[in-house]
Every structure is written in structure tokens, then in C-alpha cells.
């Protein structure tokens, strides 16, 4: 009764969640209408030591999360999907469709018909600036594909110490601080 060992596999939709949406008019809209799918294991296993008065418990866990949206909320008066999206820094992490929880969009560099960079009268690389391409380049996803924990617990008579170590493996991070860094001149990039 000392080794531990169990598998989970997952696959569960979720129906009914709060959004807020746009109407046609710009208005906010609170409504109950997303759907999201997740599906993903988890694998924790674990032992419990004990050496003479002392007692080690310690466990590993790793899970694996994919989660789709398979439903949004929809505008009553034209039919088209809501765009429900929070801009950070240059980057909008758009909810939609197809999509991920937490999928990252940018605009990205303007180029010409061959691929090539388009740059400004002074020398400096464009943006795009047509409707349907701003924010239209993804980037990848915020959250982690692969999570893990390993906690371990001491225990000596009636004193216990215990620790946790989490790690996240996956999901792309943006640092304002870096980005300014660099903008300056200052980083060591």
C-alpha cells in the first residue's frame, strides 16, 4: 500500500458560458452561449517512504490539456459571430470559433507580392493596415500544453514539512518590460 499509480483520460464540453459580446450597434451584450470541448489526460503517481521514525510521502503529477471552442455567441440581427477579443501590448487574444482559450493574434509586417518587406519613406518596416489583416496572424496560445507538480511531505513525529514544485511546459508569455527594453536600445538583445 505504498506505490500509487492511476490514469485519467477526459473528454468534457462545457455549454452555457457567460460572455460578453458586441452588438451591430457597439453595445455590450451579456449572453450565455459558448461551448467549449476539453479533452486531455492526467497521470499522478506517488510513494510513501518510511525510514525508521521518518516519513517521506511524495507524488508526481502530469496532466495534458487541448481544449476547442466549438460554439460563440452570435449576433441575433446579422448572423455573424461576435468578436469577443482583450488587447494587451500589440496582441489580441481572440475567443472564437475553432479557436483555443487564450490564442494570441498580431498584426503583422506589410509585404509586397513577392514577400518582401514593405518599408516607409524613412526606412522603417510597415504594418498592415488593411481591416482583414490586422490581427490576423497568430502567434500561438497563453496556456501550457503540459503541466506537472511533484510535491513531497516529511514527517518526523508531530512535525511535517511539505513543498510543492509546479512546472508548465507550452503557451507563449509577453513582457511588456522586454518589449520596451529592446524598443530603447537597452537590453542585451
Do not use: C
Amino acid at each position: 500500500n505504498r506505490l500509487s499509480f492511476d490514469v485519467t483520460y477526459y473528454n468534457s464540453t462545457m455549454s452555457n458560458l457567460y460572455l460578453v459580446g458586441t452588438s451591430a450597434s457597439g453595445k455590450a451584450v451579456p449572453m450565455n452561449s459558448a461551448k467549449i470541448r476539453n479533452q486531455g489526460i492526467e497521470a499522478p503517481i506517488g510513494y510513501d517512504f518510511k525510514l525508521g521514525q521518518v516519513r517521506w510521502k511524495t507524488s508526481y503529477n502530469l496532466s495534458f490539456n487541448d481544449n476547442k471552442i466549438l460554439r460563440t455567441a452570435y449576433d441575433e440581427e446579422t448572423g455573424r459571430e461576435n468578436i469577443i477579443a482583450t488587447y494587451v501590448g500589440g496582441v489580441q487574444v481572440l475567443y472564437k470559433e475553432g479557436g483555443s482559450m487564450g490564442d494570441m493574434y498580431v498584426t503583422d509586417l506589410k509585404r509586397d507580392d513577392k514577400g518582401h518587406y514593405v518599408l516607409n519613406s524613412q526606412g522603417g518596416l510597415q504594418m498592415e493596415t488593411e481591416s482583414s489583416k490586422t490581427y490576423g496572424k497568430l502567434v500561438g496560445n497563453q496556456n501550457a500544453d503540459w503541466q506537472m507538480g511533484w510535491s513531497n511531505s516529511f514527517t518526523y513525529k508531530e512535525f511535517t514539512l511539505s513543498f510543492l514544485v509546479n512546472g508548465r511546459i507550452g503557451g507563449k508569455v509577453l513582457s511588456m518590460t522586454e518589449s520596451y527594453l529592446d524598443g530603447y536600445g537597452l537590453s542585451q538583445r
